[in-house]
């Protein structure tokens, strides 16, 4: 029997719960020195296989100099057609999530890092479409921006697996997500 495929949300946010500032910037986290191992992000690398980002995310991605390269998947999801100017190992789509991420899971391959933003973090919670979130809080207050999710009226109860302090201060929480009847 093949293990079954999980989704992740590995992200960083502020100490006041942001995950970049209204205009998308990063510096706040992005000239932070980081620490040996950068927070189990290389062994989180290897886990994963599918890279799911919100089109904004994506945007912003491309903005920082990320490159799309064949050794994930990288899959957008978007109201608007694709860019003429996509690179090629990038998928747009409009897809409902929940049965998009059951097709999603029954593929073979590693676990699936859903990467952000705010609105499709929130839409993958409201689906029950996301596993497990580690969440890296930087500490620093930022006082506006992009919350780590996008607000919605819900409950959703998370089980602590684990609470990793580095040395910088940043705190790593690792929660699973109570499946709801």
Not at 69 to 87: C, L, N, Q, T
Not at 120 to 139: C, G, H, M, R, T
């Amino acid at each position: 029997m093949t293990k079954r495929r999980k989704v992740i949300v590995h992200i960083a946010t502020s100490a006041d719960g942001y995950i970049a500032r209204s205009d998308g910037d990063l510096e706040w986290l992005t000239s932070r020195p980081a620490p040996k191992g950068f927070y189990g992000m290389n062994a989180f690398m290897k886990s994963i296989d599918t890279k799911l980002l919100g089109r904004k995310t994506y945007e912003v991605s491309l903005r920082m100099g990320a490159k799309f390269d064949s050794e994930s998947r990288h899959i957008v999801f978007s109201r608007h057609p694709p860019p003429a100017d996509a690179p090629s190992g990038v998928e747009f789509v409009n897809d409902a999530i929940g049965p998009f991420v059951s097709r999603l899971r029954e593929q073979p391959g590693k676990d699936i890092w859903l990467m952000g933003g705010g609105e499709i973090i929130a839409s993958f919670l409201d689906a029950q479409a996301i596993d497990e979130f580690v969440i890296s809080v930087a500490p620093v207050f930022i006082g506006d921006g992009i919350p780590l999710m996008a607000r919605r009226d819900r409950h959703m109860p998370l089980d602590l697996c684990s609470s990793d302090r580095f040395e910088d201060g940043v705190v790593q929480l690792h929660y699973r997500v109570r499946k709801q009847p």
